[in-house]
């Protein structure tokens, strides 16, 4: 049976703990595709990419209460 020697990926740290991948399938965790999420919207800069609202403001109005 061939067994692989690849490297677990590397997330960056949360609230200065380390972030641990481990796919054994035990214990999982619902919150594991937000800890993906995380990543990949800091590797990439996500957030950056939809920049500020620049809109004019006088024109928007706002219904309700």
């Known amino acids: 049976m061939m067994q692989s ?3 677990a990926p590397a997330l960056s ?3 200065g ?4 991948l481990n796919f054994d399938g035990a214990e999982m965790s619902s919150d594991a ?3 993906l999420l995380r990543e990949v919207e800091r590797r990439n800069d996500l957030a950056g990419l ?4 620049t809109s004019d403001q006088s024109l928007v109005l706002h219904n309700g209460g």
């Open 5 to 7: 020697t690849a490297a």
């Open 13 to 15: 740290p949360l609230n």
């Open 17 to 20: 703990k380390p972030v641990l």
């Open 33 to 35: 595709g937000l800890s």
């Open 50 to 53: 939809v920049g500020p609202d």
